[in-house]
């Protein structure tokens, strides 16, 4: 079972830059991607990015290519998320997913992954 737990949420002004961290852990431990999902208030949750562990192949939404970068350290099982130009539409809880290779779970059309271990979800916030 894979414990992910995100952080570096906050409120920033349009422009901006955040950068958010996703840990994973736990007994066994064996993931194959780790995804950055966010949920907006009244709407579904959607896929951002997300990369391949080994492969370290990222893959991006449409709507923060070319502002947002994915990178994960392997030793440290870490995967961030750095966004840049930051816009009000950015503005949701963040969740990074794990697929460790069960088969079930969440899919977004953004990665070729299914994930289905979650952590809690940090808050961002875009407004000036």
């Known amino acids: 079972q894979v414990q992910l737990v995100e952080s570096g949420g906050g409120v920033v002004q349009p422009g901006g830059s955040l950068r958010l961290s996703c840990v994973a852990s736990?007994?066994?431990?064996?993931?194959?991607?780790i995804g950055w999902f966010r949920q907006a208030p009244g709407k579904e949750r959607e896929g951002v990015s997300c990369?391949?562990?080994?492969?370290?192949?990222?893959y991006y939404a449409d709507s923060v290519k070319g502002r947002f970068t994915i990178s994960r350290d392997k030793d440290k099982n870490m995967v961030y998320l750095q966004m840049n130009s930051l816009e009000p539409e950015d503005t949701a809880v963040y969740y990074c997913?794990?697929?460790?290779?069960?088969?079930?779970?969440?899919?977004?059309?953004?990665?070729?992954?299914?994930?289905?271990?979650w952590g809690q979800g940090t808050q961002v916030t875009v407004s000036s």
């Open positions: 997913g794990a697929d460790t290779g069960l088969g079930a779970g969440e899919r977004t059309a953004t990665c070729p992954y299914i994930f289905g271990s």
């Open positions: 990369i391949g562990i080994n492969s370290g192949t990222p």
């Open positions: 736990g007994f066994g431990l064996d993931y194959y991607a």
